[in-house]
């Protein structure tokens, strides 16, 4: 659902170290599932994404893993960067006419040299 | 290839004073477009959304309105800014087809003063 008004939690992860960003999705329809990573002062960017019919997906460094018996969802971010430091944010994309990309809270993720 | 402008990138303006924030998009035709609100160091806010020409759909009850006076133009306005408006606001697009991704601006830093 809506982030307002929620502080954002905040992961740290070692350089080098494997980093796991978690998020739990409200709508159990929804069959489209996305992450962005926002750089501080930047718009969100798109990195990865999955459909229902999928339990995992893999990236460059990043893989996308999707249970949908508790609705969760989790981006593994392998051999963390400083790069990587930025706030994760997961999206569902809601069926039905209108398509309206829902937004989770978001992680602040902060890589420690 | 698509493309999305929003401007301007920072703006500050005196309580009272009006707001008009504009955003277009090119290289597609008849996009959804999305409204986002972000405050410091918190996820993002759906403030509207349109799925065509004068077509709006506001989330949130508040000081802000939005027009979409043409197909890819998406106008953020308020007659009467408050220091709560204050934030990053960030538009967005996407298609109307399943499964998509949505696009972001760069953003506009607001500073009600």
């Not at chain 1, 249970?67 to 990587?84: E, F, M, R, W, Y």
């Amino acid at each position: 659902g809506e982030s307002v008004g929620l502080h954002l939690p905040t992961l740290s992860v070692q350089e080098g170290d494997n980093s796991i960003i978690n998020c739990a999705y409200s709508n159990s329809a929804s069959d489209y599932f996305i992450w962005y990573k926002q750089e501080s002062g930047k718009g969100p960017q798109f990195i990865i994404d999955i459909r229902s019919n999928m339990d995992k997906r893999q990236g460059q460094r990043v893989t996308v893993l999707l249970d949908k018996t508790v609705k969760h969802l989790s981006l593994q971010i392998a051999a963390t960067q400083p790069g990587d430091s930025a706030v994760y944010f997961c999206a569902e994309n809601i069926l039905g006419g209108y398509q309206k990309v829902t937004f989770g809270t978001g992680t602040k993720l902060q890589v420690i040299p | 290839s698509q493309t999305i402008h929003q401007w301007p990138a920072t703006l500050v303006q005196p309580v009272g004073s009006p707001l008009s924030l504009e955003c277009t998009v090119e290289g597609t035709s008849n996009p959804n477009l999305y409204w986002y609100r972000q405050a410091a160091g918190r996820g993002l806010q759906l403030l509207f959304y349109s799925v065509g020409i004068g077509q709006i759909s506001s989330e949130v009850p508040q000081n802000l309105s939005a027009s979409r006076p043409q197909d890819r133009q998406f106008i953020l306005s308020s007659k009467k800014l408050l220091l709560s408006d204050s934030g990053f606001y960030l538009c967005a697009w996407s298609t109307l087809t399943m499964n998509t991704e949505a696009f972001f601006g760069q953003g506009t830093r607001l500073t009600v003063v």
